[in-house]
């Protein structure tokens, strides 16, 4: 049997600077050095100094795990530390996520990590949870397995065709981004989920329940309809994720905020607030 050899920093470069779409001209003149020099590197003719693979990276946006992979494969140290979130140096991390999450309640809001495992999340998410099975909610919970399972809360979604699209369009841009083998593997299995029966009468025109027609509302983006305990209720996702990460597990995470997008939604939760 024999071995791939591992890919040299050249290669590397070559691959990220193409996956951006740029030219060796144009990463040069970002980056403030020359095209010649920019071809010498990834041909292996010239070793870039630390600095610069750093550099280069900052401007082809290389995620941060695959910045350490680069510096290694140049003959250098890793700069970012990879740390556990339950080690005793990210308890100021942990904290304050917990506080985050307890303080945007009732709305919901949850923090989740490259693979879109559920870090922590709040009363409001765990809410929109009730009555999953069991099945869904053991082990690492995901948030794209929890909401586009057939079983899960897709066929409690009133625009499952469009959130649905939405959800998986955002994890082909982030897989396009960092080619991450798990997170395509989680694609491949989400995207693979039947469609429930009750996504085919989509919206809020024909919803049985509620007192009334669905009043109309000028949204500001796509909201996410879902149903609880005979409510509509709508949402507009906002995600968050920390500036200028210097840890792997840090860049990963990503805290996603359900903002209530009409007057009706927020007057159910903040009745159903302690």
Same mark, same amino acid.
């Given at each position: 049997?024999?071995?791939?050899?591992?890919?040299?920093?050249?290669?590397?470069?070559?691959?990220?600077?193409?996956?951006?779409?740029?030219?060796?001209?144009?990463?040069?003149?970002?980056?403030?050095?020359?095209?010649? $020099? @920019?071809?010498?590197?990834?041909?292996?003719?010239?070793?870039?100094?630390? /600095?610069?693979?750093?550099?280069? +990276?900052? $401007?082809?946006?290389?995620?941060?795990?695959?910045?350490?992979?680069? %510096?290694?494969? +140049?003959?250098?140290?890793?700069?970012?530390?990879?740390?556990?979130?339950?080690?005793?140096?990210?308890?100021?991390?942990?904290?304050?996520?917990?506080?985050?999450?307890?303080?945007?309640?009732?709305?919901?809001?949850?923090? !989740?990590?490259?693979?879109?495992? !559920?870090?922590?999340?709040?009363?409001? @998410?765990?809410?929109?949870?009730?009555?999953?099975?069991?099945?869904?909610?053991?082990?690492?919970?995901?948030?794209?397995?929890?909401?586009? $399972?057939?079983?899960?809360?897709?066929?409690?979604?009133?625009? %499952?065709?469009? *959130?649905?699209?939405?959800?998986?369009?955002?994890?082909?841009?982030?897989?396009?981004?960092?080619?991450?083998?798990? #997170?395509? +593997? #989680?694609?491949?299995?989400?995207?693979?989920?039947?469609?429930?029966?009750? +996504?085919?009468?989509?919206?809020?025109?024909? *919803?049985?329940?509620?007192?009334?027609?669905?009043?109309?509302?000028?949204?500001?983006?796509?909201?996410?309809? @879902?149903? $609880?305990?005979?409510?509509?209720?709508?949402? !507009?996702?906002? @995600?968050?994720?920390?500036?200028?990460?210097?840890? !792997?597990?840090?860049?990963?995470?990503?805290? /996603?905020?359900?903002?209530?997008?009409?007057?009706?939604?927020?007057?159910?939760?903040?009745?159903?607030?302690?």
């Amino acid at each position: 049997m024999t071995t791939a050899a591992p890919l040299t920093v050249g290669a590397l470069l070559r691959t990220w600077r193409e996956r951006r779409g740029l030219s060796q001209l144009e990463l040069a003149g970002r980056a403030d050095s020359s095209s010649r $020099h @920019i071809s010498f590197v990834e041909t292996g003719r010239s070793r870039p100094s630390e /600095e610069m693979v750093l550099r280069l +990276a900052d $401007h082809l946006d290389v995620p941060v795990r695959d910045r350490n992979a680069l %510096l290694v494969a +140049a003959g250098y140290a890793p700069r970012y530390a990879h740390t556990p979130l339950g080690d005793p140096s990210m308890e100021v991390l942990r904290e304050g996520l917990e506080r985050l999450l307890t303080g945007y309640e009732p709305y919901p809001a949850l923090v !989740v990590d490259a693979t879109y495992e !559920v870090v922590a999340a709040n009363r409001g @998410i765990l809410m929109l949870m009730e009555g999953l099975p069991e099945h869904l909610l053991a082990g690492p919970l995901n948030a794209m397995r929890l909401t586009l $399972h057939p079983e899960g809360l897709a066929p409690r979604i009133r625009n %499952l065709r469009e *959130w649905r699209g939405h959800l998986l369009a955002q994890m082909e841009r982030q897989i396009a981004l960092a080619r991450s083998a798990p #997170l395509r +593997a #989680l694609y491949e299995e989400v995207a693979a989920y039947p469609l429930p029966a009750t +996504a085919e009468g989509a919206d809020g025109a024909d *919803w049985p329940y509620g007192d009334g027609p669905v009043e109309a509302v000028a949204y500001l983006a796509l909201p996410l309809r @879902i149903e $609880h305990d005979g409510h509509l209720l709508s949402f !507009v996702s906002s @995600i968050s994720t920390f500036n200028t990460p210097m840890d !792997v597990t840090v860049a990963e995470l990503a805290i /996603e905020t359900l903002l209530p997008a009409d007057p009706a939604t927020v007057k159910y939760l903040r009745s159903l607030a302690p």
